[in-house]
């Protein structure tokens, strides 16, 4: 934790997001955010826990049902998934606060293994046939 988290009581960034989704792994049921609240021990305003859990909602990495006037949430039914979305959340939020994207970029890309290269690259030429395919004009180094 850094000196201004420390002293503003702030989470560092996702943390907070994992301890919900935590919360709501363990309950085995959809909670209202007065719920998840309480269980997190009734610190948080409940406009922050409201409000996270409509990011979360928003990311893919929860749903949620009319409770009443308020809504319930529950993990996303492909936990997989969800745990994806957020991995790769975490990685860009990690990569924007660098200041050498290219370097952090390519300093990642060395340490990777030769059948996530691979995949890598796959992910990469989907990304561009489908640009192509909506008429971008952006091009690829080396055409």
């Known amino acids: 934790m850094t000196k201004s988290s420390r002293r503003s009581g702030r ?11 935590d919360c709501l792994t363990e309950a085995g049921r959809p909670l209202t955010p007065g719920e998840v609240q309480t269980q997190l021990g009734g610190e948080l305003a409940y406009t922050t826990v409201m409000t996270t859990l409509a990011r979360l909602h928003k990311r893919g990495l929860a749903e949620r049902e009319q409770a009443g006037r308020a809504y319930a949430y529950r993990v996303a ?11 790769a959340a975490q990685m860009s939020r990690l990569l924007g ?13 060395a340490d990777l293994g030769p059948e996530d290269e691979q995949l890598l690259t796959e992910l990469l030429r989907g990304l561009e046939d489908g640009r192509q395919g909506r008429g971008s004009t952006r091009r690829t180094t080396g055409e």
């Open 11 to 21: 989470r560092p960034p996702g943390v907070l997001e994992q301890e919900i989704l």
């Open 77 to 87: 039914s492909d936990a997989e998934a969800a745990q994806s979305i957020a991995v």
């Open 97 to 109: 606060k660098g200041g050498d994207r290219a370097g952090v970029l390519a300093h990642f890309v």
